[in-house]
């Protein structure tokens, strides 16, 4: 069973940063794309960004270009997201996703962006 | 960047009724190597993430009950639930993946 705990959501000034995991388990991780997608609350589902299984290619969606970076490591099973200069409009549910296609989904973080 | 334009943006139906929703990008989703569209229907349920129902606009995931199909090729896509059950109370989304960046429709949230 695919399983996906992400972490390290919380409240942060804007302009802060945070940097969110996620874990993975149930599949092999190091042969997949991995990706986050983000809700804003009661709104509708955004593609932040994704990552090759390699690391080698990594793409995002230009409203956080130049200020998310988002990482993996695969002998850890794990991917993140650093997210640096944080607006109230990145406030959302922060969710880990498998695949370039988006297959199954994490419970979300919620990352609260606020003063 | 491949816009998804999804209606309605709510509906309400009659249990046992049929519902409808469509979906239209801006680019064709059809890939003239594989002859596959990039496009997938998701359900969310409230305090839920979502949980993918058809892939390549109308291939049923493992346990999607029947009642859910897609149809659709190109640009113009639909989702359809053919007798809608209490439980299928919930936001739908298309989802383009033909290429980055992945573009949802904006949701359409069936009520009973």
């Known amino acids: 069973e695919v399983q996906l705990v992400e972490s390290g959501g919380g409240l942060v000034q804007p302009g802060g940063s945070l940097r969110l995991s996620c874990g993975a388990s149930?599949?092999?991780?190091?042969?997949?794309?991995m990706s986050w997608v983000r809700q804003a609350p009661g709104k509708g589902l955004e593609w932040v960004a994704n990552i090759k299984d390699d690391g080698s290619e990594k793409y995002y969606v230009d409203s956080v270009k130049g200020r998310f970076t988002i990482s993996r490591d695969n002998a850890k099973n794990s991917v993140y997201l650093q997210m640096n200069s944080l607006r109230i409009d990145d406030t959302a549910v922060y969710y880990c996703?498998?695949?370039?296609?988006?297959?199954?989904w994490g419970q979300g973080t919620l990352v609260t962006v606020s003063s | 960047d491949i816009v998804m334009t999804q209606s309605p943006d709510s509906l309400a139906v009659s249990l046992g009724e049929r519902a409808t929703i469509n979906c239209k990008s801006s680019q064709s989703l059809l890939s003239s190597s594989n002859n596959k569209n990039y496009l997938r229907w998701y359900q969310q349920k409230p305090g839920q993430p979502p949980k993918v129902l058809l892939s390549?606009?109308?291939a049923r995931e493992s346990g999607v009950p029947d009642r859910f199909s897609g149809s659709g090729s190109g640009t113009e896509f639909t989702l359809t639930i053919s007798s809608l059950q209490a439980e299928d109370v919930a936001v739908y989304y298309c989802?383009?993946?033909?290429?980055?960046?992945?573009?949802f429709g904006g949701g359409t949230k069936v009520e009973i």
């Open positions: 996703v498998t695949g370039f296609s988006l297959t199954y």
């Open positions: 149930g599949f092999t991780f190091s042969s997949d794309w």
């Open positions: 989802l383009q993946y033909y290429g980055a960046p992945l573009t």
């Open positions: 390549w606009a109308s």
